[in-house]
């Protein structure tokens, strides 16, 4: 078999388990609906109770796990590929601390509960933010190891800062809150959350999807990549933007979620050849797949404890971390 045919097999073995997992995720909860009376209540609008169910629980919490799972995913293999950083993830750039901080000053200041929306707004702020701090610290003509310091800098600055809100918290049930909200989830979010982060998402992935000559032409060097026409500046400002416009509304809706863009494309690569083009939209599919069947997990494993996604995307993610650290390091030495 032909790797073309390869990895058209990969992306339809992909788009499959997305939908199977989608469709599970509308399934699957606490309110025990049949599966007839769910796809009733989901296509006819039949029964009060269950379309309130299926509609404005299931629905967007489905919806929101295939969205923010393909956005880590996908902006996880760009900033991969730019950087050609194994250890690199959405967060390195910074929009993921200051995403987080935009919500938790919004939490602290009583924002949040004076206008519901006002939490998911500070934190694509915090977002945009990032994306001016970085690109200013990084200059015109940076290059990647400046990106990385830059954003490494401003993660450092946006986490104190976090600290700081809420070492000053006067109110426990408000730090209680914050903690909460930074740990991920995708519980208690309505169309709203989801009409307010896809037009963010959306802009995000036309950025980074497009990428893909450009990363494989990167693998050559910069000085190849440029002689055959690629603009790095360019290539640097669309994963950078991209990153943070789809990050930044997946860190607004959901809190912060790690280790799906760093696991994700390394489990792929090798099934795509190693080109970066080809890992991004296998990357977005993988991601997606990914987060449908940890947020199934943290329904199935503990319903009525809340368990946050975050805390088990992290369970699962940082012992991979620490295995590509070893691996890198025996593959240097």
């Keep these: 078999m032909s790797e073309a045919a390869r990895y058209r097999l990969l992306i339809a073995g992909l788009c499959l388990l997305v939908a199977l997992l989608f469709a599970v995720s509308l399934l699957v909860g606490p309110a025990g609906l049949g599966l007839g009376e769910s796809l009733e209540a989901l296509f006819s609008g039949r029964g009060e109770a269950q379309v309130l169910v299926m509609r404005e629980i299931r629905l967007p919490r489905a919806l929101l796990g ?166 790095l500046s360019r290539l640097r400002g669309l994963a950078v933007l991209g990153t943070a416009a789809s990050v930044g509304a997946a860190t607004a809706v959901a809190g912060a979620i790690g280790f799906v863009g760093l696991v994700v494309p390394h489990l792929l690569r090798p099934l795509v050849g190693a080109r970066p083009s080809r890992l991004l939209l296998a990357s977005a599919l993988g991601g997606a797949a990914m987060l449908l069947a940890a947020d199934l997990a943290v329904r199935l494993i503990a319903p009525g404890k809340d368990l946050k996604l975050g805390v088990l995307t992290a369970l699962v993610g940082a012992p991979f971390f620490l295995w590509l650290i070893i691996k890198t390091r025996r593959r240097l030495a």
Excluded: K
């Design 66 to 231: 295939l969205m923010i799972g393909a956005t880590l995913g996908l902006s996880g293999a760009a900033l991969q590929g730019y950087l050609r950083n194994p250890l690199a993830e959405p967060g390195l750039i910074g929009v993921a601390p200051c995403a987080s901080l935009g919500a938790v000053i919004a939490i602290f200041t009583g924002l949040a509960a004076a206008f519901p929306l006002a939490l998911p707004l500070t934190a694509l702020a915090g977002a945009g933010v990032a994306v001016l701090v970085v690109q200013a610290m990084a200059g015109i003509r940076g290059g990647a190891i400046t990106l990385i310091l830059a954003g490494v800098a401003l993660s450092s600055f946006a986490g104190a800062l976090t600290s700081l809100v809420l070492n000053l918290s006067p109110n426990p049930f408000a730090a209680l809150e914050i903690v909460f909200w930074m740990l991920g989830s995708l519980a208690d979010r309505s169309m709203l959350h989801v009409q307010l982060a896809a037009p963010f998402m959306i802009v995000g992935w036309a950025m980074l999807i497009v990428l893909g000559r450009g990363l494989d032409a990167l693998t050559l060097g910069e000085d190849a990549a440029a002689s055959m026409g690629v603009r």
